[in-house]
């Protein structure tokens, strides 16, 4: 999201920022070299991806489960692969460009069908 | 009579220049018409050094910020100062000297050479032994300093200083009781 | 009603806080100042206010402290002096940068090295442009009185700003003056209550204070934060003139002594304008048109309102007490020089140092001044721009 | 402590979108400090000092931070956060404010070992409540990776570089633990987030306590110590199993060590996969890894004989 940049007599004084977490608007997930790419079937929903996780990007549903990737913030470090303890692993890193123009669904057959 | 006057406190650090100086400008705050300031020329003393504090006096407004005087009235409370330091320096003519000394009158004037000056003597160091137990000269030296310049009445200053003391509100009765003898008995000693 | 009391300028700042009652004093002793906050800490041991005190470590922390405190939504104050101030200075910046009201005493005081302890503006002058309303005093009257107003003016909603109030170390932090101490509850009254704009202690709303910003914001920030100091000028006229209403004693950005028709006119501040005033009405009585100009807002400059009140003047004196540091002159005559050069009558401006480190400036050196003005006249000529008061040995 | 699943439905503190490097634990420190807290007791107030955490995290216009955060320089994270608790004490007494609020600071290495010690030192005696939270990355990284006084010995930084005739930094680390041990607080603890189970529990219980305590966590720096962004964790798990970050705390003064690795593994184990020790490999440099190893245990063995005294500062 582009920001508006405000005139002087806009901001607010002291460059306070009244609108707590609002980095939720910018999309880190751009840096992404790689992603990771997760599969439900063999998660054990130990939650060590999310625990973690720099980029608070491991989705939780309403039960607290893994519910999937927030590809909009996920920097792709794969540490979540890496500490992913299922067996086989329920993450794995692939090249964006292999990811783009995939649905999640697709990308993740391919990963985890070989 | 003009009430306007300058005068400069001789004592050790510890001795309570600084608080008579403080104490004079108390007293003078309460009464219509006149002012005071009072200051000390600080250095690095630790207790026992010698210090010197200022009182200006005036029917109007203190301004000056100058710590320059020429002092009409030198006062010293500390009678081993006296060979130490130039008590004459600044003073005008006519000026006064009060000594806390326990010699006569004549032998100040003869050790200090302040022959033309008019000196006056009390033992404030006796005094204060007396009534509050300790050498404390400096408030039976406001009792004298009263009486030399008519600045107030012996009920006055003693009054003045007991009720300050009083405000103060941590000195027992005993304290201010030798304190009003003192000033008052000082008072009465100046010669 | 008040009531005259015999008391130093730090016992009057002392009791400015004391009938403010901050809900935070963070401070650290330092020469000539260490008296307010010990006299705060004695009226918190007797109950007779309620402050948290905050011993820091450091002036550093005090100012970090305060910031802190401040902005977690709470009336604060500080006392400093020379050393301690300038340890401070990087806070100083972000106190006003962060836009939080904090409201500082200055015991003002020379800086190091050599050492010294006594008064001149090294302290003040050098934290000039940190962001903060300066306003300096002239006596424990004014040291009591600017204090309370400042907490007036730092919290005023188009200023928001840190302000401080200064003094002269020595000549008024430990001079015995008498002075008039108001009712508790008229000061109390007269600066009403204080409500933060964003305080960090509503966890409902969470605030973030003291982002970084990058260069696309920064200079927005500045530029806003300019705004709020300079609305400072017009709110110290108003609580200056509320305050005469309230009190009695009523204030201007400046004070003109003798100055209407004069023709040698001095621009200082601080202590030395006392002792101007008494040579200002002796050269008076003998004839000599001699005015003063006593600075009292220092930042926000209010160049436009000093320039007109020195359109009279034939020959002008700048008394700096600060040393220019190979500045054209001191920061004072910088800002009156500056201040004249859009004026049509453009009087002749020479500055003097004096004071420096506690060096006594007396009745005859001003004097000396005036007389010096007065050549200036009679001859046409500035011999030296540039010059010092009660220094040994001619300067240049 | 609750299970994750539990953890992982609470509002986080810190939200995503922030600027840290790929695989930074600043933020998995942070996330693992907010999922312990108790925010159903208190309300979280946090000061930062300035630094890679700080710079990611609140560049305007965007904060990351969920809850009240306030940063105002490098040294003094510590006299910040004291000066917003005393607003606290202050607005709380006035009923001005009405919640229960504890107080949290977090800063690196430089700014608690260094340039911020004095602050800090001050803050702990003063005995306001906060944690402090020291993300230790073993050099000042956010101005580039220059030697801080928690660079271990022999680790190459861009002011204590390894060169033809130097190794890398030639003291060892400073022990800031048992500096702050002298000032005799009730809790001081050291953790890592790869054990996040022991951190957390940490947590909870420095913030139980009404004053200040102190966690010193390590964080991994991938930039700063040269290695992959997938391995933060796994570095920090060999610093632990290494007993180069011995997890322990001490409470009230007595030393408690919270895992004792059944096989301590050697130094180089950890030293190995870290670009910042590379040069202690080379042929003839063999010494530079038996001393940090010497250092190691002997830090270890102290420890462990400090524990089995139990000897405590206050009466229990």
Redesign the interface.
């Known amino acids: 999201m582009a920001e508006k940049?405000?005139?002087?007599?806009e901001?607010?004084?002291?460059?306070?920022?009244?609108d707590?977490g609002n980095s939720k608007n910018y999309e880190t997930g751009s840096w992404r070299v790689e992603r990771p790419v997760w599969n439900p079937d063999t998660c054990i929903q130990c939650m060590f991806c999310w625990v973690y996780c720099p980029d608070s990007s491991i989705l939780v549903d309403e039960n607290g489960k893994m519910a999937g990737i927030d590809y909009d913030h996920c920097k792709g470090c794969g540490i979540c692969v890496e500490q992913c303890p299922s067996k086989p692993k329920s993450l794995q890193m692939v090249l964006e460009a292999q990811a783009k123009g995939k649905t999640v669904e697709e990308l993740r057959k391919e990963v985890f069908s070989k | 009579m003009s009430k306007k006057m300058d005068i400069r406190w001789h004592g050790r650090a510890g001795q309570g220049a600084v608080t008579a100086?403080?104490t004079l400008?108390?007293l003078?705050?309460?009464e219509e018409g006149i002012?005071?300031?009072?200051?000390?020329v600080?250095g690095?003393e630790k207790r026992g050094a010698p210090v010197v504090a200022f009182t200006r006096v005036n029917d109007k407004?203190?301004?000056?910020?100058?710590?320059?005087m020429e002092p009409d009235i030198v006062l010293i409370l500390d009678p081993t100062l006296m060979g130490l330091i130039d008590v004459k320096e600044g003073l005008k003519k006519d000026g006064k000297v009060i000594v806390n000394t326990a010699f006569d009158k004549e032998e100040v004037i003869k050790e200090l050479g302040l022959e033309g000056y008019e000196v006056y003597v009390v033992d404030a160091n006796k005094i204060s032994i007396e009534t509050l137990g300790r050498a404390i000269p400096n408030t039976p030296m406001i009792g004298a300093l009263a009486k030399v310049t008519g600045l107030f009445s012996k009920e006055e200053v003693s009054k003045g200083v007991v009720e300050l003391l009083e405000e103060a509100g941590k000195f027992p009765e005993k304290i201010i009781e030798g304190n009003r003898k003192a000033i008052e008995t000082a008072y009465e000693e100046v010669k | 009603m008040g009531k005259?009391?015999?008391l130093t300028g730090n016992e009057a700042a002392a009791h400015a806080m004391r009938q403010i009652n901050p809900?935070?004093i963070?401070a650290f002793p330092i020469t000539p100042s260490t008296p307010v906050p010990q006299a705060v800490a004695q009226f918190i041991a007797d109950g007779e206010m309620?402050?948290?005190l905050?011993?820091?470590?450091?002036e550093?922390?005090?100012m970090?402290?305060?910031?802190?405190?401040?902005?977690?939504?709470?009336r604060?104050m500080t006392a400093t002096s020379a050393n301690g101030y300038a340890l401070m200075w990087?806070?100083l910046y972000?106190a006003s940068?962060?836009?939080?009201p904090i409201v500082m005493a200055v015991a003002a005081r020379a800086l190091s090295a050599p050492l010294n302890?006594?008064g001149d503006h090294s302290d003040i002058m050098g934290g000039r442009d940190t962001g903060w309303i300066q306003l300096i005093s002239?006596?424990s009257q004014e040291a009591y009185d600017n204090l309370i107003q400042a907490i007036k003016i730092a919290e005023n909603e188009k200023v928001?700003t840190p302000a401080l109030a200064a003094f002269?170390g020595?000549?008024?932090s430990?001079?015995?003056?008498?002075w008039e101490l108001e009712d508790d509850a008229a000061v109390k009254e007269f600066i009403g209550k204080y409500e933060a704009?964003?305080p960090?202690?509503?966890?409902d709303?969470?605030?973030?204070?003291?982002?970084?910003?990058?260069p696309?914001?920064y200079?927005?920030?500045k530029?806003?934060?300019l705004?709020?100091l300079l609305n400072a000028k017009d709110v110290v006229t108003q609580v200056g003139k509320d305050f005469g209403k309230a009190f009695g004693r009523e204030y201007g950005l400046y004070e003109a002594y003798k100055l209407d028709d004069a023709d040698f006119v001095v621009v200082a501040a601080g202590?030395?304008?006392?002792?101007t005033?008494?040579v200002v009405d002796n050269l008076r009585e003998n004839g000599v048109k001699a005015g003063l100009l006593k600075i009292r807002l220092f930042r926000p400059f209010p160049f436009k309102d000093i320039a007109d009140a020195l359109q009279s003047a034939k020959a002008i004196a700048v008394l700096d007490r600060v040393s220019p540091s190979g500045a054209q002159g001191g920061p004072l005559f910088n800002e009156i020089r500056s201040a004249l050069y859009d004026t049509d009558t453009r009087a002749p401006v020479i500055n003097y140092t004096y004071g420096l480190g506690g060096r006594?400036?007396?009745?005859r050196h001003i004097n000396s001044v005036y007389e010096t003005l007065k050549k200036i006249v009679d001859t046409g000529k500035v011999e030296k721009q540039f010059d010092c008061l009660n220094l040994r040995g001619a300067w240049g | 402590m609750a299970l994750l699943n539990d953890l992982a439905k609470k509002k986080e503190g810190l939200v995503s979108g922030h600027r840290l490097c790929p695989g930074c634990t600043h933020s998995v420190i942070a996330r693992q400090v907010f999922a312990a807290a108790e925010t159903d007791k208190y309300?979280?107030?946090v000061?930062a000092a300035t630094g890679c955490f700080?710079?990611s995290t609140?560049?305007?216009?965007?904060?990351s931070?969920?809850?009240?955060?306030?940063?105002?320089?490098f040294?003094?994270a510590?006299?910040?956060?004291?000066?917003?608790?005393?607003?606290?004490?202050?607005?709380k007494?006035?009923g001005?404010?009405k919640?229960d609020?504890r107080f949290i600071a977090f800063a690196s290495d430089g700014g608690t070992y260094d340039i911020g010690l004095?602050?800090l030192?001050?803050?702990i005696?003063?005995g306001h409540q906060f944690l402090y939270i020291c993300n230790d990355n073993n050099a000042y990284q956010n101005t580039g990776n220059q030697r801080s006084s928690a660079t271990p010995f022999g680790g190459s930084t861009t002011t204590s570089p390894n060169g033809k005739v130097k190794f890398g930094k030639e003291q060892p680390r400073k022990d800031i633990v048992s500096v702050l041990e002298g000032h005799h607080m009730e809790y001081i603890a050291q953790a890592s987030p790869s054990n996040w189970r022991d951190l957390m529990n940490k947590v909870k219980k420095a913030l139980d306590v009404d004053g200040p305590t102190y966690i010193n966590v390590i964080e991994p720096c991938t930039t700063g110590w040269g290695f992959p962004s997938n391995k933060a964790i796994e570095i920090a798990q060999l610093a632990v199993d290494t007993c180069v970050w011995p997890l322990y705390e001490v409470i009230k003064g007595k030393v408690v060590i919270n895992y004792k690795p059944k096989k301590k593994l050697p130094v180089e184990e950890y030293l190995k996969p870290q670009r910042r020790f590379a040069h202690l490999f080379k042929k003839g440099n063999e010494y530079l890894i038996e001393e940090f190893q010497k250092q190691v245990d002997r830090h270890w063995e102290w420890l462990l004989k400090r524990e089995e005294c139990g000897i405590s500062y206050f009466e229990d």
């Not at chain 2, 407004?61 to 320059?68: L, N, V």
């Not at chain 3, 905050?54 to 450091?58: A, I, Q, W």
């Not at chain 3, 940068?97 to 939080?100: A, F, I, K, S, V």
């Not at chain 4, 931070?65 to 320089?73: D, G, K, L, S």
């Open positions: 940049l405000l005139k002087w007599d901001v607010l004084i002291g460059a306070t920022i009244k707590p | 100086a403080k400008a108390e003078i705050s309460q002012y005071a300031q009072g200051f000390a600080y690095a407004p203190i301004r000056d910020h100058s710590e320059y | 005259k009391v015999a809900d935070v963070a309620d402050t948290e905050v011993t820091v470590e450091s550093h922390s005090a970090s402290a305060c910031i802190g405190a401040a902005a977690a939504g709470a604060v990087e806070m972000i940068g962060m836009r939080l302890i006594h002239e006596n928001i002269d020595f000549n008024v430990h001079a015995i003056e008498i704009k964003f960090l202690l509503n966890t709303d969470p605030i973030t204070h003291g982002a970084w910003a990058p696309d914001w200079f927005e920030h530029m806003n934060q705004k709020g202590s030395v304008c006392g002792t005033k008494d006594d400036t007396q009745p | 309300d979280i107030v000061a700080e710079v609140g560049l305007y216009p965007y904060t931070w969920n809850v009240p955060w306030i940063h105002t320089a040294e003094n510590a006299s910040t956060i004291s000066g917003v608790e005393a607003a606290y004490k202050a607005l007494k006035k001005k404010v919640k609020i004095q602050a030192s001050g803050a005696e003063r």
